[in-house]
């Protein structure tokens, strides 16, 4: 059976998806295509069903739960952080609604953090690796950065105005969750199992084979340095990256009741990861 499995150019997913790749880990009966797009992108193929497995938004999750089932394995959750807004100069926090935010999509786990701790403000989406450049040319007051822009921003003249991974760990005690990956429900459970087993195997392989696979993923790490890369790689791609927990799957429940009690959502959606 071929599968194609939709993630993100990016280290943490590469590192992940490392052993699969390079045929390190086999799952039985199946045969793997990546498909590497852009989270945003990624998530808009999920509305349609496309990808047999792919990583999507947590956000995303809520429209596309129906037709994909939640995977344990592979997801990202920040520990005490997350994405960031950041500015050319220090902005107040209650001048930040009012404020043009260049956001990486409106489906992004990110995009929904935004609503819920700053509010409405007008965005404009641009692609995510766009994004400092952007506010550097003045084309939008505030930037909300996902993946490495949230620890290299500082060296490209950007001021952090807010941290959402910081806000939603004194609210919450959790961890934050941003990404997942899913599992077309039409597969069936046997299959959903060796999916699921098959990535649990590859990031267990990355994690005994670090210094391999932090080389592959500096591939994707748009000119970042090799410890740079390692930094950013560990943060994502953790505990919860290997099993989600009570504490990963009570995140994913929080962020999908406050996003329900906002309205920001229309429906609670199942959490039954496998």
């Given amino acids: 059976m071929l599968i194609r499995i939709g993630h993100s150019p990016d280290p943490d997913d590469a590192f992940m998806f490392y052993a699969l790749n390079a045929g390190k880990v086999k799952i039985p009966g199946i045969e793997v295509e990546h498909v590497l797009e852009d989270i945003e992108s990624l998530n808009r193929r999920a509305r349609t069903g496309e990808l047999e497995v792919t990583a999507v938004s ?64 007008p965005t404009i989406e641009v692609a995510f ?13 505030l ?11 500082q060296s490209m003249g950007l001021t952090k105005v807010l941290d959402m991974g910081e806000e939603w760990q004194k609210e919450s005690g959790l961890p934050l969750p941003l990404g997942i990956n899913v599992m077309r429900r039409d597969l069936g459970e046997a299959t959903h199992r060796a999916i699921s087993q098959g990535l649990r ?59 329900h009690a906002r309205g920001l959502i229309k429906s609670m959606p199942p959490v039954d990861p496998i």
């Avoid at 950013?232 to 927990?245: A, E, S």
């Fill in 201 to 259: 195997d590859a990031i267990d392989y990355a994690y005994a084979n670090v210094d391999e696979a932090i080389e592959y993923a500096m591939r994707y790490g748009r000119g970042i340095d090799k410890e740079t890369c390692r930094r950013f790689v560990l943060m994502y791609v953790n505990d919860y990256t290997k099993r989600l927990g009570d504490d990963g799957r009570a995140a994913l429940t929080r962020l999908y009741q406050m996003a």
């Fill in 129 to 141: 690796d766009k994004i400092p450049k952007v506010v550097l040319e003045g084309q939008a007051d």
């Fill in 58 to 121: 947590a956000a995303t999750y809520t429209l596309v739960h129906e037709q994909y089932r939640m995977m344990d394995p592979g997801a990202s959750m920040g520990k005490g952080y997350g994405p960031i807004l950041v500015a050319r100069e220090p902005i107040p926090r209650d001048q930040l609604e009012h404020k043009v935010v260049a956001i990486p999509g409106s489906h992004t786990t990110a995009a929904l953090l935004l609503r819920l701790y700053v509010g409405d403000p």
């Fill in 143 to 153: 930037g909300l950065l996902i993946h490495e822009g949230q620890i290299t921003h």
